[in-house]
Each structure stands twice: as structure tokens, then as C-alpha cells.
């Protein structure tokens, strides 16, 4: 059965940093494109980035330059790499797969004081 599990959410104060990441079971990663979206209190749930199987990324404009979204076929894993944050990136982030099946991650917290 197909699965993504997402991790490393947290608590984090303005300016810092956290790491996401998305581990892949039944889906194989490296043949797959990959999303990362998330959802703020309220809000609709919107597009983060992508990462296409050859590696190429797309960023919405209120993330680029501050995340970057990568992968280890490896260990079948996408990660998303959030540095510089702000208040307005608090959301539950959810990984998913873009190609073929849509799977959806159950979501991670992400909180970001002021």
C-alpha cells in the first residue's frame, strides 16, 4: 500500500530554519514528480514547490529564495528545506505525488513565531 509519511514540523521562532522531510513507501520516488503544498489556519491548502524525476524544482513566488525542495532516490525521500522564515509560513504541510496516483502525507505542523 502506498504511503507518505512527513516529519520534522515544529515550533520555530522568525529567521529560522526547519527541514521537512517526505518518506515514500510503494511510490517510487525517482520516477514520480513530488509536491510539497501546505495549508494556514483558514486558508485554502496551496502549492509550495514541486521536484520533477530528472530534478527539476518549482517554487511559488511567496517561497523562492527561502526553500528548496530536493530528494534521495536512496532512500526514497523528498525533503523540503525552509530557511528564513516568517509568520505567514505557519501551515500544515502536506507531501504529494503528482504523477500517475495522487497520494497525499497526512501533514506536519509548522509553526513560526514573531
Known amino acids: 500500500q502506498a504511503q507518505l509519511v512527513e516529519s520534522g514540523g515544529g515550533l520555530v521562532q522568525a529567521g529560522g530554519s526547519l527541514r521537512l522531510s517526505c518518506a515514500a513507501s510503494?511510490?517510487?520516488?525517482?520516477?514520480?514528480?513530488m509536491g510539497w503544498y501546505r495549508q494556514p489556519p483558514g486558508k485554502q491548502r496551496e502549492l509550495v514547490a514541486t521536484?520533477?524525476?530528472?530534478?527539476?524544482?518549482n517554487y511559488a513566488d511567496s517561497v523562492k529564495g527561502r526553500f528548496t525542495i530536493s530528494k534521495d532516490n536512496a532512500k526514497n525521500t523528498v525533503y523540503l528545506q525552509m530557511n528564513s522564515l516568517k509568520p505567514e509560513d505557519t501551515a500544515v504541510y502536506y507531501c504529494?505525488?503528482?504523477?500517475?496516483?495522487?497520494?497525499w502525507g497526512q501533514g506536519t505542523q509548522v509553526t513560526v513565531s514573531s
Open positions: 504529494k505525488t503528482e504523477t500517475g496516483v495522487r497520494y
Open positions: 510503494g511510490i517510487i520516488v525517482g520516477i514520480n514528480t
Open positions: 521536484i520533477a524525476s530528472l530534478g527539476r524544482t
